[in-house]
């Protein structure tokens, strides 16, 4: 089992910043990778950003150029920056970790840009 706790959403107006953190424990030498997705009410969760084991990064179009995802593998930790931040950015962001058998999920952590 592998645990995931979120940290970091908030209230920021539009052009600042966050930096969301997702802290994985337990079975954690088994993630291969991790990542982002978001969801707004009403719509599909998205993929957002991942990382994988070898720390390859891919982003969605729409933050590319403005988000940054990063790993720190002793701390079991992904990160992800958000500078630019745009009203459409505002979502419920979640951190997943993926292991060969399947793919756990953080609680959401709420990121409100206001206009």
């Known amino acids: 089992q592998v645990q995931l706790v979120e940290s970091g959403g908030g209230l920021v107006q539009a052009g600042g910043s966050l930096r969301l953190s997702c802290a994985a424990s337990g079975s954690s030498f088994s993630i291969n990778g991790m990542g982002w997705h978001r969801q707004v009410p009403g719509k599909q969760r998205e993929l957002v950003a991942s990382?994988?084991?070898?720390?390859?990064?891919m982003y969605a179009d729409s933050v590319k150029g403005r988000f940054t995802i990063s790993r720190d593998n002793a701390k079991n930790t992904v990160y992800l920056q958000m500078n630019s931040l745009k009203f459409e950015d505002t979502a419920v962001y979640y951190c997943?970790?993926?292991?060969?058998?399947?793919?756990?999920w953080g609680q959401g952590t709420q990121v409100t840009v206001s206009s």
């Open positions: 990382i994988s084991g070898l720390s390859s990064t």
């Open positions: 997943y970790a993926r292991t060969v058998l399947t793919t756990y």
